[in-house]
């Protein structure tokens, strides 16, 4: 994996890769309480002082204040979909499928407007998307 290109010896070219990975992180989690800052062990810009999660997905439909996002429990060691403003009264939750390989995803479900996610149990298998809310009536069987 190439970071950055040498042009010279004293002067490194960011690769456009890094840029496009900068750009969608400034997007996602500047405001107007954080800034850039450079960081010298990980040789790359950080944004600081943002209240965001780093991790979470879309804004939460219940409280509209916290990010949904994927947490693992620290007593069961399970999966689930959770809101980062819990502490401040957010019940928001939903549980995952456990040995699947996931990938969450920021599209949005058209009904319960929760994030979709990908999974699969095994390599053989294909991906499959569906609607990271338990409740979410696009998850019920068609009768």
Do not use: H
Request: with cysteine; charged share 25%.
């Amino acid at each position: 994996m190439i970071l950055f290109e040498k042009t010279n010896k004293n002067s490194v070219r960011p690769t456009k890769r890094r840029v496009n990975l900068m750009r969608t992180e400034i997007r996602q989690y500047f405001d107007k309480n954080s800034y850039l800052s450079w960081s010298a062990n990980k040789k790359k810009y950080i944004v600081l002082g943002s209240n965001e999660p780093k991790n979470g997905l879309v804004t939460c439909p219940s409280c509209k204040v916290g990010k949904l996002m994927v947490i693992r429990s620290r007593k069961t060691r399970k999966r689930f979909m959770g809101c980062s403003n819990y502490y401040n009264g957010c019940t928001a939750s939903s549980p995952l499928v456990q040995k699947a390989a996931l990938i969450t995803t920021k599209t949005l479900c058209g009904q319960c407007m929760w994030p979709q996610i990908l999974f699969r149990y095994s390599r053989k298998q294909k991906w499959v998307r569906q609607c990271s809310n338990i409740d979410c009536p696009s998850r019920r069987p068609k009768v």
